[in-house]
Structures are given as structure tokens and as C-alpha cells.
């Protein structure tokens, strides 16, 4: 017997739509653009899944959701019953339902999806976490005390999640973070209008019900190197999830004029700094008239989506290459298009214009058209000669994508690292060349996903409890 | 919360702080830094740590206040707590024996370059110090500079105190008369305009500056690249390249361009916050 959608019953061909704000009203606030299923929703949507034998929507899960099994819950009406099964699995579901990109994993593999449109899985998960969160959340049990004492650097997906479960098992965890708030891209990055940071805190906060401590405005190989944690700080293990938060640019004239960010500066401005709230909050932004944000993945988006809300005039996508090649979320792209974000699309800069103050007053592009398929079966873009021109803009958005910080690695004796600076761990246990230091999520993989950083740091706190056991032994 | 031990007013608008942070003093080197926030609306602010007492825990800070940030600061006092301070960031100052190093430090600048004075000396050299401000109200610790160098010179721009002239005059007049060959380094911290003057005065001579630049930041960890500048051409990061630079590579024209990119804003936020508080308490 094979999983397509069979006649037996009548199957809704399309997912409940999503309630969203207005995009022309959103566009100019902050607030959260998708606000989310209903109950009736969530289990009228709940009701669409098929119960597929074989699970397949699990294995465009990185982390395996016991996809199914929630889902026949929500069905049933039993929520907490949902969220306990999710939660096996996922312990951040509130943010995953919000910003994995669905479309490229569990939603990818639904049956459903081969004739219509698959179950909105990720919709569903969110429901259920954001059920949970407001009917005050059950704790789980934490083993007893085992004595020993790990080290977590970096207070990302990764970082969080290998402290929930090295919690869990008994052990002592502190987390240590660089910033003054704990939640690494999903506080800095990823916007409030996409993942409200109310959010990120309530689940930060569980984790300290857990008995994890987090120690923010600690940067380690500064106040202290890995090596003096693990000689001096009595802890018995580390794990590394210092994110790939290094922004890179074009490296072409003019990219350090006024007027030029990296997008993590815009970001990090806008979120971690509310900058959208100035002058009622201290630190300041600067956005033009018009704006041109370079890249087409998910931080170019949040840049360009961020730019309108800040009251650029005319917000712009600069990509090399197609729409059909954007890295970003589906969803996303769809939103920004609903806003308003205009898309350069086959073009790319090649030098940034002053005014006589050194402020962006241009950006001179060249051109682009699709060429041969390369190695990657993408066709890649082919400069066209003669084709340049200036485009008007006053702000430029950098977001070419993102490196590790060196810092760690600089100051770790022993740790091995990629030519790309990336730390070398072994993907099935999260072990580096360094005894009892493991490593996982961005820093390893290079900028990746939130669902990715998470599975990494359950396979690190999975080693990390092993290699503990076996020291005990 | 990291609390306020002790302040002392220099003058009306530089103050000292010696704050309680353990994890900091355990570490810190002449040279770093340290950022701090003062409440949950507040701005992240860059400070060189001035000085610091390892079995103490404490950190001394000495600002200058310039704007929203270092007022709001400046009225703080000992017993309060400061809502985030994070450090030590950024590379200590290289120190090596030399022979004769020329430390000049100019308005606030005489804080952070007072570590540096006193680790140089402590490694061997014999060190030339040169303090300067505005005007005698405005200098500060000149007993400390002196017991940190092996002779002093101050100078006052109006001639209020000691003598007449800018901090360039004296290192003039020192280079002349110990002769440039016998300088191999010079050490210039302050305002940029008067960094911008040493590093000119230095490189005529050949002498070899480092200057420690003052960047707009907002992280301090080489996350956000706010604090790029040209140096010898190459893009660094002030946060975590610096803050110590070779002055003669450093575009000093990019710098104060991107350091005065949100000047509007900055006045804005004053501003605000006189109108909200009615014009100080
Ligand atoms: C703007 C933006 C939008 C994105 N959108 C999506 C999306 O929609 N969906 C998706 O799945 N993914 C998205 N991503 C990617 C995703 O956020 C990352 O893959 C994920 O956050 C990586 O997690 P991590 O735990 O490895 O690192 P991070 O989240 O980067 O966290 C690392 C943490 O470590 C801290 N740190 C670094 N160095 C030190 C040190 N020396 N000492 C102490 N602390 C340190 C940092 O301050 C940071 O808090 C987005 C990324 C960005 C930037
Ligand atoms: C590594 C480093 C170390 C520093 N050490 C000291 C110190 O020991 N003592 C001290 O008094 N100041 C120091 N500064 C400068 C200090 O950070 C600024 O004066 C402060 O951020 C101003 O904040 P504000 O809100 O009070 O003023 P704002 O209203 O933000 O600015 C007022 C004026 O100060 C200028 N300014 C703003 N930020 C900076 C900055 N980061 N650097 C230089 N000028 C700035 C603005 O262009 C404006 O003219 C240091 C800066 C750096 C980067
Ligand atoms: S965690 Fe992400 S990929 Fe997995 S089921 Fe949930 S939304 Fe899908
Ligand atoms: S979510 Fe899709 S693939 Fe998974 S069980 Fe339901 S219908 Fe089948
Ligand atoms: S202050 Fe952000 S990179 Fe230097």
C-alpha cells in the first residue's frame, strides 16, 4: 500500500490560510505578521493529515518531530497531549513553528503535498506551542544531581537546547553569552515582526527553571579562554555554539562609506537595540530614502521587510541571481512581496557612490543572465557586459551571509578548525579535537537554520552525558 | 547589576567610577575595554578600562560626558548599579622593552593611556609622558601619571596650568632634544583630532605611533562590523583588531566621517532626554 491521497474521504486540497496583519498595514509596524491559528483551525487543519503509515513528513524533520502523532492529538482536541509529544522532539517549538523553512523539510515530504497542498505542519506546531506558553507551562522532571558541571558558550538554538538537556539529565549547566540577553540570532537577527522576542525570553526562562544558569555580558577567550573553564572553572565538559555571527562583505569600493551596514548591524540595531523605538530607547538608526539590501536569503529579507518598517520609502532586494535561486524561505519572500520590497533580481554592485560628506548617495550594478548549470546544478549568473548602471539609493544593507567569530577558536589551544574558520566536529556526536570540548550548530555548519543549530545541540548534549558517564566510570 | 564603588567629579563633566566586576579585573590587560549599559532602554557604550584591582574585582572607568549616554551616566552614583558591563573586549596594547617611549595622553585620554605608561614602564623602558586638556580645570591625574612614567610633562591648550600649548608642542620639543633616532615608539590617546595631530607630527619624524581609535560600536565582539575602518587600506575592526592601530595607516578621514554618521540622532536623544527629566537632576 502506498501513502496517496485516496478518495476515502474528502480532503481539503488547500491549508487554512494563515491570519496575517494587512501587508500594507504591517509593513510600517512591528508587530507579528502571521498572528496565528485559532483553535477551530488548528484542528480543522489537523484533520487534513492522513496518518500516513510511513511517516514520510518525519524525515524532512531534522530533529524527527513525532509529526504524526501531534497532529492526531491536535485532531483530538488534546493539547497538552500534542505539545508533551512535540516536546519530545523539539524543545523550542514556538520558534521552529515560526521560522523553519517548512517548505524545504516536514511540509517538503507530505503526502498530501504530491496532489495538493501539504498539511501546515509547521502552522499546527506553533499552535501548540503558543497554547502552551499562554496556559502557563509544565516543567519536566529533572534527574537528580549527577555533580558534574558543563560549560555551554553561546546562548543560540544550539547552545539553549544542549543546556535544556543536559539539564534534564542532572547535570549543572551553565550557559555563558556574549550579549546582554540570552538567544543568540533569534534575538539579534531574526525581527520581531517574524518571531516576537517575548517568545525567545519565555523560553529562555524555562530553561532557567530547569536550574541552567545563564551568564550574559561573558565573552569567552576574553574574561576567560575554554581552556580555563575546563582548569579553573571546574567544569568537566564544554560545548561550543558560538554561531556564525562574522559578517561578510563585497569587498568592493565604497563599503565603508556612511550609509553602508552589515545586515547583522542593521538587525542587531533594530531588534536587540529596538532601535524602532528610538528615541524612547537610546541607540539610534539611520535609514534613507531608499534602500538597497544585497542577497536574497532569509537575512536579506528580514533587512529589506525591516528597512520599510523603519519608513524607507522604496526597500530593495539586490540578488545575483533569479527568483527561483532566493535561499530565503518561501513565506518570506512572499511576505516581502506583499509589502512592497522591490526585487533587483540578476544584478549585483560593484561599487558603492559618495556624496562629497562620504554618505551612499549610489550604487553602481552590473547586470546579470543565467548561464550553464554549474556544479550545483544551479545555472550560475554571467556578468553582462556594458550593462552597468547606478541605482538611487541612500542606505546599503550588506547580507552576503556570515562567518564563526574567530575569538573561540583563536584562544582554544588545540581546536581544530576548517579553512572557512568553521570548528571541525564529528557530525554524529558533536566531539572536536579537543577531549571533552564538542561543538555544533552555525559554528560548525556554517550560517544553517535554528531546527539544524537545535539538532546539533541535542547530539552534543547526548555525547557530552556519555563521555561524563564514562569519566564517572 | 555590576555596582558603583566609588566616583570622584573631576570636573563638571568628566568623572570617575570604580565598578564591581570580578570577571573583568581577573583578566584585563592595558589597552582593553569594556562596554556597558546602564539601564534596559539604554544604549551599549565603549569605555577603556582606566585601571583595575585584580583581588578587589573592580574596574575604574574615567568619562567624559559627551552625550545622552555618558550624562545619564555622569549622575549615577556610588551605591548604584549599572545594568550591563561586559569586558575585557578588544587586543591589549603590545608591550615590549624599547628603550624610550614617548605616552602621550590628551583631555580623558589621560585614563587609558595610564595602564599603558605604567606596563611599560613596569617592562623596562623609560617612559616619556606628555599630558594635556583644554584648560587646568579639565586635567586629571597628574600625580598618578607621574608615579606611572619616568618623567611628566603637562601642558594646558590656554595656558591655565604649567605652561602654554597643544600636547604636540611638548612631544616637539622632547623628540628635538632627545633626537628622534632615540624614540622608537610613541603611545597617543585622546580625541581624534589631536590623535590625528600626533600621528602627523610622528610621521614626519619617522616615529613609529600607535593610536587607540574610538569607533562607533554596538557589540564589541565582531558581530556587527559597526566599528570598520581603513587601515593601510585593509577593512579591520576596531572591537576585536584593535583598539590599537599603527597611526600613520589609519584613514582618518573615514573614521571621523563614520564616527559622526549619527550625530543628528545623538542630538535628538539629548534632547529627548532633557525635555523628559526637565533639563537635569
Ligand atoms: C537575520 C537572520 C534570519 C534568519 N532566519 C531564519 C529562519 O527564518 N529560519 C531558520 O531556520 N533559520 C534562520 N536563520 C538562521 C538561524 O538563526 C541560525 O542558523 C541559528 O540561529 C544558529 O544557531 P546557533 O545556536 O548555532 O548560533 P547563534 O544563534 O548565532 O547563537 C550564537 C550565540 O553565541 C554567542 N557567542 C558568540 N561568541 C561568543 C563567545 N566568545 N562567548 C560567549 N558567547 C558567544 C553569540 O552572541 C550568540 O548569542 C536566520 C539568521 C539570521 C541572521
Ligand atoms: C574603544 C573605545 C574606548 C573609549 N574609551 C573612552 C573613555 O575611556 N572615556 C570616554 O570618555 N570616552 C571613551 N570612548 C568614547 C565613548 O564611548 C563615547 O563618548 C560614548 O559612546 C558617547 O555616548 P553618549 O551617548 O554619551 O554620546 P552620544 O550622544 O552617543 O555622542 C555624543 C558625541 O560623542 C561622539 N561619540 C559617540 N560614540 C562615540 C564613540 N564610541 N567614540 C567616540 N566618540 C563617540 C558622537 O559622535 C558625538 O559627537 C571610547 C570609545 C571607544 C570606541
Ligand atoms: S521542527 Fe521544523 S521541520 Fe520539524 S516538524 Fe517542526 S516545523 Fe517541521
Ligand atoms: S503530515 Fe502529511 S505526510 Fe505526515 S502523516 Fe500527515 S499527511 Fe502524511
Ligand atoms: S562593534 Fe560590532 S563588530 Fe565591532
Known sequence: ?473 | MFKILEKEVFSPIIKLMVVEAPKVAKSCQAGQFIILRIHEEGERIPLTIADFDRERGTITIVFQEVGKTTVQLGRMEAGDYIKDFVGPLGEATHIEKLGNVLVVGGGVGVAPVHPIARALKEAGNHVIGIIGSRTKDLLFWEDKMRAACSELLVTTDDGSYVRKGFVTDVMKEVIEAKGKENIPLCIAIGPQPMMRACSNLTKEYGIKTIVSLNALMVDGTGMCGCCRVSVGGETKFVCVDGPDFDAHQVDWLELGRRGAYFRAEENKATEHHTCKCGGGK
Not at chain 1, 183 to 211: C, D, H, S, T, W
Request: net charge neutral; hydrophobic share 40%; charged share 25%.
Open chain 1, 1 to 473: 500500500m502506498t501513502d496517496t491521497p485516496k478518495a476515502k474521504k474528502e480532503i481539503k486540497p488547500t491549508k487554512n490560510p494563515m491570519p496575517a496583519q494587512d501587508p500594507l498595514v504591517r509593513a510600517r509596524n512591528f508587530s507579528e505578521v502571521a498572528t496565528g491559528y485559532t483553535k477551530e483551525m488548528a484542528v480543522d487543519e489537523a484533520k487534513r493529515c492522513m496518518q500516513c503509515k510511513k511517516e514520510p513528513c518525519r524525515q524532512g524533520c531534522p530533529v524527527e518531530v513525532y509529526i504524526p502523532q501531534f497532529i492526531k492529538l491536535v485532531a483530538e482536541g488534546n493539547f497538552p497531549g500534542a505539545v508533551a509529544k512535540l516536546k519530545e522532539k523539539n524543545a523550542l517549538p514556538a520558534v521552529c513553528g515560526r521560522v523553519c523553512p517548512q517548505e524545504a523539510q516536514c511540509e517538503k515530504y507530505c503526502t498530501l503535498g504530491k496532489k495538493y497542498e501539504p498539511v501546515g505542519i509547521g502552522r499546527i506546531e506553533r499552535f501548540c506551542a503558543d497554547w502552551e506558553l499562554n496556559s502557563g507551562v509544565t516543567i519536566p522532571e529533572v534527574a537528580p544531581s549527577t555533580g558534574f558541571k558543563v560549560a555551554v558558550v553561546g546562548s543560540g538554538p544550539a547552545g539553549l537546547t544542549c543546556a535544556a538537556d543536559l539539564a534534564k539529565l542532572g547535570h549543572k549547566v551553565t550557559v555563558f553569552e556574549a550579549l546582554h540577553v540570552a538567544g543568540g540570532v533569534l534575538m539579534y537577527g531574526i525581527p520581531e515582526f517574524r518571531l516576537p522576542k517575548a517568545v525567545v525570553q519565555a523560553e529562555v526562562e524555562n530553561l532557567k527553571k530547569l536550574g541552567v544558569e545563564i551568564e550574559v555580558n561573558s565573552v569567552v577567550g576574553k574574561f576567560s579562554t575554554v581552556d580555563e573553564l575546563m582548569e579553573e572553572g571546574g567544569f568537566d565538559a564544554v560545548f561550543i555554539g558560538t554561531g556564525a555571527g562574522l559578517p561578510y562583505f563585497m569587498k568592493i569600493p565604497g563599503e565603508n562609506l556612511c550609509g553602508v551596514y552589515s545586515a547583522n548591524e542593521f538587525l542587531t540595531r533594530t531588534n536587540l537595540m529596538k532601535a524602532y523605538k528610538f528615541p524612547d530607547w537610546d541607540t539610534p538608526i539611520k535609514i534613507g530614502k531608499k534602500v538597497a539590501v544585497l542577497g536574497g536569503g532569509n537575512v536579506a529579507m528580514d533587512g529589506a521587510r525591516t528597512a520599510l518598517r523603519l519608513g524607507a520609502d522604496e526597500s530593495w532586494i539586490v540578488y545575483r541571481r533569479s527568483e527561483n535561486e532566493l535561499p530565503a524561505r518561501h513565506e518570506e519572500v512572499e511576505h516581502a512581496h506583499e509589502e512592497g520590497v522591490k526585487f533587483a533580481l540578476l544584478t549585483s554592485p560593484v561599487e558603492i557612490v559618495a556624496d562629497e560628506n562620504g554618505w551612499v548617495k549610489g550604487m553602481k550594478c552590473i547586470k546579470y543572465e543565467l548561464g550553464e548549470p554549474d556544479a550545483s546544478g544551479r545555472r550560475s549568473p554571467v556578468a553582462i557586459p556594458g550593462s552597468e548602471y547606478v541605482m538611487d539609493v541612500d542606505t546599503v544593507v550588506v547580507a552576503i551571509g556570515q562567518g564563526p567569530n574567530p575569538l573561540v577558536p583563536r584562544t582554544t589551544k588545540g581546536l581544530e578548525c576548517n579553512k572557512k574558520g568553521n570548528i571541525v566536529a564529528d557530525p554524529a556526536t558533536g566531539a572536536t579535537s579537543k577531549p571533552g570540548v564538542y561543538a555544533g550548530g552555525d559554528v560548525v555548519t556554517g550560517a544553517a537554520t535554528v531546527i539544524l543549530a537545535m539538532g546539533a545541540g541535542k547530539v552534543g548534549a547526548r555525547s557530552i552525558n556519555e563521555y561524563l558517564n564514562s569519566k564517572k566510570a
